[in-house]
């Protein structure tokens, strides 16, 4: 054992106890993003402490710590400098993409016997081929939201409603989006609207108006618990076009070029903001996750 620092002698006769009992124990670190909310700095601070324990913890071999951490809260913790990092070679990045959510979704969908009988589902048939769970989601869905020839179709809608600025889709908002539209499709049929047609179980005004309730608990529990010293800027917002400049923000935030600059650069970190335009002349776009909450009307402000 090569450590000589006494606060590690308790794990390493732990690690050489669970080492001759054949036994292996893996802490997993979950929900970091919340735990240091109220300051970035001390934030960084014990994360980059936190790795330096991982790092400290490889040597043992019945011990292992696995971290969960957000992508855009490692970049701040890198961005400064940060040499161990180096030296985390075991990293892997979780992604998602269309056919990984959809998959996702019939999973949970077949889940249910009922719907399972309704559709005639063979489970295994279905799991096996992109192209089933595709023709099963449309069984379930319409195949359009807003109907015309240049409107997404419902897939694709969804997780365009449901990315943030930084235009990575992950499974919470969608899965919340999907809950929502059961709530409200339920809450329309106790007050005797239609059934959907075809094999549909939700129609187009359901989810148009769980898009809303998903805006709303994105940016009170998400956006805003993380970041509260930036909801009094985020509410100046409220019935603003949803592309800005640096000029139009300043405008609407009553401060200098340089702090509305950084303000809205960080706005881009935390993912309000979806930077568009070129070096000289940045854009500012706010994607549709919060557009409800906030009322933004589509356009560009002047």
């Not at 075809?198 to 805006?215: G, H, M, P, Y």
Request: proline share 4%; with cysteine.
């Amino acid at each position: 054992m090569r450590y000589q620092c006494h606060c590690y002698k308790p794990l390493a006769i732990a690690d050489a106890a669970l080492h001759d009992a054949g036994v292996r124990i893996w802490l997993l670190l979950d929900r970091l993003d919340v735990a240091f909310a109220e300051s970035l700095d001390l934030e960084r601070n014990a994360l980059r402490a936190l790795f330096r324990v991982y790092l400290d913890l490889a040597a043992f071999d019945s011990i292992s710590l696995k971290i969960f951490l957000r992508t855009d809260i490692w970049d701040q913790i890198t961005r400064e400098g940060f040499r161990e990092a180096s030296h985390i070679v075991k990293r892997v990045t979780l992604s998602w993409n269309s056919a990984s959510l959809l998959n996702l979704v019939i999973r949970r969908a077949i889940h249910n016997p009922a719907l399972r009988q309704y559709y005639g589902v063979d489970e295994a048939a279905v799991l096996s081929s992109t192209e089933r769970q595709n023709e099963l989601f449309y069984k379930i869905f319409p195949d359009q939201v807003d109907a015309g020839l240049r409107k997404p179709e419902t897939l694709d809608w969804m997780l365009n409603r449901t990315c943030d600025g930084t235009t990575r889709n992950a499974p919470r908002e969608l899965i919340q989006l999907l809950s929502a539209t059961r709530d409200e499709q339920l809450k329309r049929l106790e007050l005797g609207s239609a059934e959907p047609p075809n094999l549909w179980l939700f129609d187009r005004t359901s989810l148009k108006e769980a898009l809303i309730v998903v805006s709303r608990v994105r940016f009170d529990q998400t956006l805003c618990a993380e970041f509260p010293n930036l909801k009094p800027r985020l509410l100046q917002l409220k019935g603003e076009k949803t592309l800005q400049t640096p000029d139009t923000l300043s405008k609407i935030w009553g401060i200098d070029e340089k702090s509305t600059a950084e303000l809205a650069n960080h706005l881009v970190e935390v993912g309000f903001f979806e930077l568009r335009g070129s070096k000289e002349t940045p854009e500012f776009w706010v994607p549709f996750l919060y557009r409800s909450v906030l009322d933004m009307v589509q356009g560009t402000a002047e």
